[in-house]
């Protein structure tokens, strides 16, 4: 399978440069584009949520399996293929949480014009928050 395939079955989808795309994960309700979707030179591809959602979580809520994110070629061959050491690079990455970064924003200049905050404001911010962290992770990142 190519990451055409996979592609095919989201939504949103915006290619971020060679091989590389964002979409809606359709793993949970995704607002923005959370998902990111990267495909290697061997045909491999790499999805990371930076909602949390799992790989497996991702490939089924699409009607797949995991043997389908590499070549059949190399499904027989996957234990001998290493790793990526930072599969996604920090530009994808920071596209991938520019809407939580709005969600940190909006929640700021609410606080500073002296708003309340609902216990649902702050669930969600703990939650961008996490995404952020989360995102720096993957992109080999680290934050304090």
């Given at each position: ?9 989201l939504?949103k ?5 060679p ?9 949970h309700?995704?607002r923005?584009?959370?998902?990111s979707?990267r495909?290697l ?10 909602a ?5 979580e ?10 389908d994110?590499?070549?059949?070629k ?8 290493k790793?990526?050491r930072?599969?996604?690079p ?8 520019a809407?939580e ?12 014009a002296g708003?309340?905050f ?15 962290q ?5 992109g080999?990142?680290?934050h304090g």
């Open positions: 399978m190519s990451a055409e395939t996979l592609l095919s079955r939504d989808v915006r290619r971020t440069g091989g590389r795309w964002v979409a809606r994960c359709p793993a309700d995704d923005g584009p959370s998902l979707v495909e030179e061997d045909g491999r591809a790499l999805l990371k949520c930076f949390g959602c799992t790989v497996h991702v490939v089924q809520a699409v009607g797949l399996s995991l043997s994110l590499f070549p059949e190399l499904s027989n061959e996957a234990h001998a293929i790793g990526e930072r599969p996604f920090a530009a994808d990455v920071l596209r991938c949480i809407f970064a709005l969600v940190v924003l909006t929640a700021g200049a609410a606080l500073l708003q309340p609902s216990d649902a404001d702050r669930a969600r911010l703990v939650v961008a928050v996490g995404r952020i989360a995102a720096l992770d993957a080999g990142l680290t």
